[in-house]
């Protein structure tokens, strides 16, 4: 959590002033209980009424510059607070950005989220509090045991019994609840984590009708969550009653020995009510120093699980060597534009775990289409997506134009690639907005050119409003198709020199599939094409097609050459050849 704290340092001025005005106001909270002596001394008991409305004025005035302190403290700390919550916002997005794939997958998603939220919510929390309690309260403390001496030496002893029996109260309830509270955290999470899950797949919960299954499950969660609240809550509130008994004790010995020193003519009354301010202050100000304790230690629980994030290297490392200077170094004069080389490539997506790729070569050349296929978990996305570098090899090396793909600088890598993925992700706008994601330069003629290309003109001329039509969130206004080829028209915006199609057509009817080939093959310039598939009819007239199993390649050649060597192309292809023969391909 320390290592946080950096990010306070723009408010270092807030960070002072903020408890500054707060002991400020606590210094006039001290002097109050004297003022009040001294009107019942001297006013009340001459019947001097000048002097009690004087007394009243210095109180008001007193209550007055308080609350402006107070007011002020709140502004100060508040500024901080959001200051530091927000730059910590951005720098934990900016680093989780950073993360490779393998690191957002390990600590998953909904983790991430809640770091990103309630977490900052928390920690913002703590340092609000902190700003505002954590010298007052001691100040408070102190102070009046300090000016309960300098009424009655004899009186405040009954001060040094009450405020340790006080504290233990207070913080031995504290400690019990601590860990207590961190379970709740933690439940809390649970729950956040089941109606996340439950929201994002509420279609497929429907569709299989599992409502009752989730409202059980969550029903679950919340009770166990209710359960740890109410134990925690339980011991908590044993906080007041037991504070009270040894309060009014220390009130009761604080009035009986008052008013014995009051006979004696040693103390007056207004003293003694002094005495029992200062007693009230001080259980004020214990119990709020108690649910500062529990808070900063739920912020610092938070702030170290937010801290975990931070210390995840960034997975992603560059050189920051452009392509161009290293394409001549690598090469010379050659051009090697476009060409895609796996170099005895092995990927693992877990250390000790099975190898997802094994020993994969092969080069592909400009404008070559490449079709990848094989059964389910053959490893097909994993092999594409070594390309862009959404994870990286564990052996050998996948090279774009002779370079190495860890060589380049991400941005300049991914500018190269336009990936289309097994799900279409659109996000909320409009139609142009999300095509401009592949270039934001692009003029009207080219988004139109691009939307021709992935078959999608049709159903956009269709809207009313054409490129300016509404896409909602997830892009759940349109089909699962008219999603596809939206998704494949803002790749092919971006003029892309190697181009991969994840299974990214599943949704389309063959017919618009093969229009599909068709038009990519003919796009101007040499694009090199990946396109993943399970449809053996999409790969025919690819250059060459990969047939993964388990991770290794099977079989490697064109549709025919395979037909005749590769066992496990031919299977794939009989299995769907005999009942889809002279469809689409
Ligand atoms: N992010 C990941 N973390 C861990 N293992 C993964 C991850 N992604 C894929 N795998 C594993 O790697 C193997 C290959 O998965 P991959 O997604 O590449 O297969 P695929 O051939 O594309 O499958 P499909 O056709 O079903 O999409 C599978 O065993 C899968 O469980």
New binding site residues.
Partial sequence: MGKLLVYLKDYKKESVLGPLFKLLEASFELIVPLVVASMIDVGMTNGDKGYIIKMCLVMTAFGLIGLICSVTAQYFAARAAVGFATRLRHELFAHVQKLS??QM?SEGTSTLITRMTSDINQVQSGVNLVLRLFLRSPFIVFGAMIMAFTVDVKAALIFVVVIPVLSIIVFGIMLVSIPLFKKVQARLDGVLGITRENLTGVRVIRAFGEEEGEIRKFDGETDALKHMQMLAGRISALMNPLTYIVINGGLIALIYVGAVRVEAGILSQGQVVALVNYMSQILVELVKLANLIITVTKAVACGNRIEGIFEIPAGLKETGLTDTSKNQSVDGAKQEKGTVEFDHVSLR??EGGEE?LTDIHFKAQRGDTIGVI?G????????VNLIPRFYDVEKGSVKIDGVDVREYPLTGLRDKIGVVM?KAVLFEGTIRENLLWGNENASEDELWEALRTAQAEEFVLQKEKKLDEKVEQEGRNLSGGQKQRLSIARALVKKPEILILD?SASALDYATDAALRKSIKEMPGETTVFI?S?RASSLLHADTIIV?DD?NVAGMGTHEELLQSCQVYQEIYYSQFEKKEGVGA
């Fill in positions: 794939f393998s997958d997506y877990h997802a094989g389910t978990g053959s490893g097909k996305s994993s092999l097994q299974d993943v399970q993964l991770g």
